[in-house]
Structure formats: structure tokens, C-alpha cells
């Protein structure tokens, strides 16, 4: 569930995506019965789970290439125009 839209908010503010890693990290803990002090990298390879940061980038190029394979997509356009350049270095 914490997945779902991170193709729009995954490119928000690290300070506000970490929030989201310490209610996943919280999670697995819970879900695994560990303690609050196992290192998190442990966590993820205890629940074969990859971070939440690898899951946002395979969602984005997922939905990237789903765009590209559609040519009735409205953003198709937009994604091969190649002058995203200044809108990829203003965000935050």
C-alpha cells in the first residue's frame, strides 16, 4: 500500500520520503518479530524485501515504459519531446 502513487510522490523531498522508509522499517520489524535496534539492511534481507527506494525507481521505469509502449498516451509526447531537462533539474 505505501506504493501506491509513488510514481507521483517519489520525487518529493528525501525529508519526506524518509518518513515514509521509518513507517516501512517499523513495519518489518514488526512484521519479522525483530528488534528496534536491528540494523535495517538486515531487515530487508531477513524479509527479502528490496527498500522502498529501489521499489519507487522499478515502479517509475515500469510506468515509463508502460507510457512508451501506448501511443495513444497522452504523456507519450511529452516523454520523447527530449526537453524535460529543465523540468528534471527543478525539482526538489
Given at each position: 500500500?505505501?506504493?501506491?502513487?509513488?510514481?507521483?510522490?517519489?520525487?518529493?523531498?528525501p525529508?519526506?520520503?524518509?518518513?515514509?522508509?521509518?513507517?516501512?522499517?517499523?513495519?518489518?520489524?514488526?512484521?519479522?518479530?525483530?528488534?528496534?535496534?536491528?540494523?535495517?539492511?538486515?531487515l530487508?534481507?531477513?524479509?527479502?524485501?528490496?527498500?522502498?527506494?529501489?521499489?519507487?525507481?522499478?515502479?517509475?521505469?515500469?510506468?515509463?515504459?508502460?507510457?512508451?509502449?501506448?501511443?495513444n498516451?497522452?504523456?507519450?509526447?511529452?516523454?520523447?519531446?527530449?526537453?524535460?531537462?529543465?523540468?528534471?533539474?527543478?525539482?526538489?
Open positions: 500500500m505505501i506504493d501506491y502513487g509513488s510514481v507521483v510522490y517519489g520525487s518529493a523531498r525529508s519526506y520520503l524518509k518518513r515514509l522508509d521509518y513507517v516501512h522499517h517499523q513495519a518489518l520489524r514488526l512484521c519479522l518479530g525483530a528488534f528496534r535496534t536491528s540494523p535495517i539492511p538486515s530487508y534481507a531477513e524479509a527479502f524485501e528490496p527498500s522502498l527506494s529501489s521499489r519507487r525507481d522499478k515502479l517509475s521505469l515500469s510506468y515509463y515504459f508502460r507510457i512508451l509502449s501506448n501511443d498516451h497522452p504523456l507519450r509526447g511529452t516523454l520523447l519531446n527530449g526537453n524535460n531537462n529543465s523540468l528534471f533539474n527543478a525539482r526538489p
